[in-house]
């Protein structure tokens, strides 16, 4: 079963930019669909961005889109890129493989994901 590293997490003031990072343990990460979502203190998890099993589709959350990328390689990690980071986008952000394989659509649904990674912390102050 894959396992899931999320990476990349920190400080950093608004405006500025982080790269998060998601290394699954398996080869297998590559016939699944990946997302990341975020929780902030006292909030529901949020869903951020998610991109196929092929890389060749992508969506994103309305409050991020323009400013974060999500993209993976051939070496099973999954990236998202943070840039104009806003205070409002504190939270942990977690990775999530898709719980069907070779999912041709993207989802935003966190109930179809059902591999986590342990998440990591990113924090914008103004």
């Known amino acids: 079963q894959v396992q899931l590293v999320d990476s990349g997490g920190g400080l950093v003031q608004a405006g500025g930019s982080l790269r998060l990072s998601c290394a699954a343990s398996?080869?297998?990460?590559?016939?699944?669909?990946m997302g990341w979502f975020r929780q902030a203190p006292g909030k529901e998890r949020e869903f951020v961005a998610a991109i196929s099993w092929t890389g060749g589709s992508t969506t994103y959350a309305d409050s991020v889109k323009g400013r974060f990328t999500i993209s993976r390689d051939n070496k099973n990690t999954v990236y998202l890129q943070m840039n104009s980071l806003q205070p409002e986008d504190t939270a942990v952000y977690s990775c999530?493989?898709?719980?069907?394989?070779?999912?041709?659509?993207?989802?935003?649904?966190?109930?179809?994901?059902?591999?986590w990674g342990q998440g990591t912390q990113v924090t914008v102050s103004s």
């Open positions: 398996s080869s297998a990460f590559g016939r699944y669909g």
């Open positions: 999530a493989a898709d719980r069907r394989p070779l999912r041709m659509l993207v989802t935003d649904t966190p109930a179809e994901y059902d591999i």
